[in-house]
């Protein structure tokens, strides 16, 4: 998995990461069924090409690379991973 999206997207959810990823593997997007029952979005860690287009976006700074990746949110990996079945 490249990056994470962590704790601080709860609550906020803005898609501007959706927008800026080249690949289109965060999810779930607005108009998909899971948005309003999801309290993050996920990076999908197969699809993801670890460009880092969605960090800066991020209004939150809820993007890391994994190396990065807080211990304290270490728990959101799996999180991310869960979310797509991998």
Not at 15 to 42: M, S, W
């Amino acid at each position: 998995m490249a990056y994470v999206i962590a704790e601080p997207c709860i609550g906020t959810k803005d898609t501007a990461c959706v927008d800026a990823c080249p690949v289109d593997c965060i999810h779930p997007k607005k108009d998909e069924p899971e948005y309003e029952k999801e309290e993050l979005l996920y990076i999908d860690p197969v699809e993801c090409i670890d460009c880092g287009a969605c960090v800066p976006v991020c209004p939150v700074s809820a993007i890391f690379a994994l190396d990065d990746l807080p211990e304290k949110w270490a728990s959101f990996t799996a999180l991310n991973a869960a979310y797509y079945g991998k």
